[in-house]
């Protein structure tokens, strides 16, 4: 069964205290791992796509990575305005939904 | 570039109630997925649209729940009769094609059932 893993469920963080999110998955394929945003009361926004191993891109204050078996969301000096909650996905053949995680919900204090 | 529409925002019902969930996708974006997401969970996928087909809707309720998109555009999703564990927030979201594999999501219309 595919299934997508993500920790911690929570994370506190100082504005300015760096830290990562992982994302763990097993799927019986992988056409690509997606990232969202989603702040409360709104739909996911997206961040980024990821294809093959050793793939890694970048938006402002964030870094995502990919392995063969997890992904991770680096948040460099995060700002309050981090603060929402970050949603992993697998998408395991072209064109088939995606397949979340329960999410990471980071929250930033100044 | 507009974004995903949906309507309404908030609803709450009793149990047993029907309600529709109306989405309007990017212009142009030729597949339509309607997911569920309970409080503390991931989206989870009902059912998908290439254009007004049905490619996947393994998971869902087919019992209660039914969707629509006659004209390959805009989608109607429906309960009926609602049940308490329905309560939740529905996404729309939607991609150019099944080989373009971002989607890009609506605001959700969170359904309270009573």
């Known amino acids: 069964e595919d299934q997508v893993t993500q920790s911690p469920e929570a994370l506190r963080l100082q504005e300015g205290e760096s830290s990562s999110l992982n994302c763990s998955y097993t799927v019986s394929g992988l056409r690509g791992l997606f990232w969202y945003r989603q702040d409360p009361g709104k739909g996911p926004e997206f961040l980024f796509t990821?294809?093959?191993a050793g793939e890694e891109k970048e938006k402002e204050r964030l870094k995502a990575t990919l392995t063969k078996k997890e992904s991770f969301l680096h948040i460099t000096a995060p700002k309050p305005e981090d603060s929402a909650t970050y949603l992993c996905a697998v998408m395991p053949q072209a064109g088939t939904a995606l397949i979340f995680g329960k999410g990471t919900t980071l929250s930033v204090s100044s | 570039e507009a974004g995903v529409a949906q309507s309404p925002r908030y609803k709450i019902i009793e149990k047993r109630q029907s309600v529709a969930f109306w989405c309007n996708p990017i212009s142009g974006h030729a597949t339509l997925y309607w997911y569920q997401q309970i409080l503390g969970q991931g989206p989870k996928l009902l059912i998908q649209?290439?254009?007004?087909?049905?490619?996947?809707d393994s998971q869902l309720p087919k019992d209660r729940f039914s969707a629509e998109r006659l004209k390959g555009v805009d989608s109607t999703l429906k309960i009926q009769p609602a049940k308490l564990e329905d309560s939740a927030v529905y996404l729309c979201?939607?991609?150019?094609?099944?080989?373009?594999?971002?989607?890009?999501f609506g605001p959700g219309t969170r359904l309270t059932v009573l």
């Open positions: 990821l294809y093959s």
């Open positions: 649209f290439q254009n007004n087909g049905v490619v996947d």
């Open positions: 979201a939607s991609s150019r094609g099944q080989s373009y594999n971002e989607q890009f």
